[in-house]
T-cell receptor, first 115, second 116 residues
Framework: AQSVTQLDSQVPVFEEAPVELRCNYS??????LFWYVQYPNQGLQLLLK??????LVKGINGFEAEFNKSQTSFHLRKPSVHISDTAEYFC?????????????FGQGTELSVKP | KAGVTQTPRYLIKTRGQQVTLSCSPI?????VSWYQQTPGQGLQFLFE???????NKGNFPGRFSGRQFSNSRSEMNVSTLELGDSALYLC???????????????FGQGTRLTVV
């Protein structure tokens, strides 16, 4: 079984500042990892994914994440945020040997970008 | 390519009633998963259907059920509604076959269910 912990429930940051949203996972097997973003009254949009290969993953809207197997982490970063990045961000995991597409989500991190 | 379509977007139901939600996945996708999102519990997996068969199931009571049709469209049904069933219900579409891309899920905008 897998689980995900997002270490910060809320992250306030000023516009054009860098930001890091932290995600740790637990799993006895290899995993696939994802970050999703949810804007108010919307569904989830895939930001980026780690399936295999390079541990530094680049996604949409200037976001990137680094898979660290030894620390079981998959932190999301952006060097300079915009007001439009204000949203809730979810980290998700799926076991490599799981059958099907079931995702386990963290509790989410509310990113609030202030002018 | 059309995205994932969920209908209706909003629903208000009375306790004890039953409700059916619909999800049309991306063309070519054979897997549909359902999630419940609430402020207290976050995003919780309900079940997944692949080629008209339930492939995975979360920890929800039997009042929650689903099905998938031959065109991959899926419906989710909740019977004997309770106040605690008020939530955003999200449908996720994925290819569903073998390999890592089976897990790459695309979400609909959700159905907001309010039980009064």
């Amino acid at each position: 079984a897998q689980s995900v912990t997002q270490l910060d429930s809320q992250v306030p940051v000023f516009e054009e500042a860098p930001v890091e949203l932290r995600c740790n996972y637990s799993s006895s097997v290899s995993v696939y990892l994802f970050w999703y973003v949810q804007y108010p009254n919307q569904g989830l949009q895939l930001l980026l994914k780690y399936l295999s290969g390079s541990t530094l993953v680049k996604g949409i809207n200037g976001f990137e994440a680094e898979f660290n197997k030894s620390q079981t982490s998959f932190h999301l970063r952006k060097p300079s945020v915009h007001i439009s990045d204000t949203a809730e961000y979810f980290c998700a995991v799926s076991g490599v040997y799981n059958q099907g597409g079931k995702l386990i989500f963290g509790q989410g991190t509310e990113l609030s970008v202030k002018p | 390519k059309a995205g994932v379509t969920q209908t209706p977007r909003y629903l208000i139901k009375t306790r004890g009633q039953q409700v059916t939600l619909s999800c049309s996945p991306i063309s070519g996708h054979r897997s549909v998963s359902w999630y419940q999102q609430t402020p207290g519990q976050g995003l919780q997996f309900l079940f997944e259907y692949f080629s008209e068969t339930q492939r995975n199931k979360g920890n929800f009571p039997g009042r929650f059920s689903g099905r998938q049709f031959s065109n991959s469209r899926s419906e989710m049904n909740v019977s004997t509604l309770e106040l605690g069933d008020s939530a955003l219900y999200l449908c996720a579409s994925s290819w569903g076959g073998r390999g890592p891309s089976r897990t790459e899920a695309f979400f609909g905008q959700g159905t907001r269910l309010t039980v009064v």
